[in-house]
């Protein structure tokens, strides 16, 4: 029983797609170890955001959704998108710009500046590396969430004629630099308190460390934020004298993670970068369907935090219960954990592993995934 935690209230928001299917397989999680551990957990399933509420009210949320978010403790998100195919003209289809845009307005109006993607290869998971020591890759990537590439600001001039001009700018800050990459070293440290020295890292500029940040940035062709990020980023290290560092810039760094995934540890980049590393990250654990996320302000626990897979919608098999709710239900146990639920999310973190390994193909639907992991916790 997680005694010491509070009561906390869920905003369940199954989404679109595939989001649906995995979110009822994460209720039949949360259930049962509300029942089994005790838990004092409570939550309301919202039908918002999705592309199902735009269709009747022309937008993807209501226009107080922000405010509505933050009467709970936690948001659970399934999956947003759904473009449907081309030819169906039938289908109600909206570009990603509207479908997705409620992640970045929780992110932005929450103030969750940090975005936490483990990638840990477990047991039993499909392997996409022929390297024997990509059994090995167990690494965090931390991506900025607030503002760097994505901050929307630009626009088109003379659109639509052989003389437009479209401007996209990045803005990068100090204080957004600054918090990120001290979580970063933060978040190592607890890595190393946790693993000890089971871990051993040997590409970082302080020699052999038990821990290490990498920092991630384009510094060689955009030196202005990537000076900025450097110059803080050793700044904050002198405070952590026990993790190791290095510095890749984003292009070695996507070669390094197909080449030597096992020798990194914590990876801090940018809102772009990171959006990019993590995907690659998630092939190296074993595929989208076993990768988690959260969206969180280290400093503020006043305002709730988002919790999503990374799968996306995956409208193309929508509704034939082929999803994988294993990412969804390793984000519940980030989410658990979050919350103070710490024991009851390494048991459905236990259980997920002990369903990769003891599972036997042929592959199993979304339900049929979601029992042999409840099975464990039984």
């Not at 760097?148 to 659109?159: D, I, S, T």
């Not at 190592?188 to 693993?195: M, S």
């Not at 040997?202 to 934020?225: D, H, M, Y």
């Amino acid at each position: 029983m997680n005694a010491t935690a509070k009561d906390a209230r869920i905003a369940l928001m199954p989404g679109d797609g595939i989001g649906t299917e995995v979110m009822e397989q994460a209720v039949r999680v949360l259930e049962l170890l509300r029942e089994q551990d005790a838990l004092p957990l409570s939550w309301d399933t919202l039908d918002w955001p999705s592309t199902a509420w735009h269709r009747e009210h022309g937008q993807m949320m209501p226009d107080d959704a922000l405010q509505q978010a933050c009467e709970y403790d936690a948001l659970l998100l399934g999956a947003l998108g759904d473009p449907g195919p081309l030819e169906d003209k039938a289908r109600y289809r909206l570009p990603d710009g509207i479908s997705l845009a409620p992640l970045l307005t929780f992110r932005k109006g929450l103030d969750l500046w940090a975005c936490e993607r483990p990638a840990r290869l477990l047991p039993g998971a499909p392997r996409y590396l022929a390297d024997p020591r990509a059994e090995q890759v167990d690494m965090l990537v931390i991506r900025e969430n607030s503002e760097g590439e994505y901050v929307n600001q630009g626009g088109r001039l003379q659109q639509g004629t052989p003389h437009e001009v479209a401007t996209q700018l990045e803005i990068f800050t100090r204080r957004g630099t600054e918090r990120l990459i001290r979580h970063a070293f933060v978040r190592a440290r607890e890595r190393l308190q946790d693993h000890g020295a089971e871990r051993s890292f040997f590409c970082t500029e302080k020699g052999s460390a038990a821990a290490q940040v990498c920092l991630i940035t384009k510094r060689n062709a955009q030196p202005a934020w990537g000076e900025l990020y450097t110059e803080v980023f050793a700044e904050v290290a002198r405070e952590f004298p026990e993790i190791g560092v290095s510095h890749q810039l984003v292009d070695a760094a996507c070669m390094k993670f197909v080449q030597c995934p096992w020798e990194f540890d914590v990876v801090v980049a940018s809102n772009l970068h990171g959006d990019i590393l993590t995907d690659l990250a998630a092939v190296l654990s074993g595929g989208l369907g076993l990768a988690p996320s959260c969206n969180i302000n280290p400093d503020n626990r006043d305002r709730p935090a988002l919790f999503e897979p990374t799968h996306g919608s995956a409208p193309d098999i929508a509704g034939q219960g082929k999803a994988n709710p294993a990412a969804m239900l390793l984000t519940t146990a980030m989410m658990l954990e979050w919350l103070g639920f710490g024991l009851s999310a390494e048991r459905l973190r236990g259980a997920v592993a002990q369903d990769l390994v003891t599972s036997t193909p042929p592959a199993r639907g979304c339900k049929e995934v979601a029992d042999g992991i409840i099975a464990h916790l039984v």
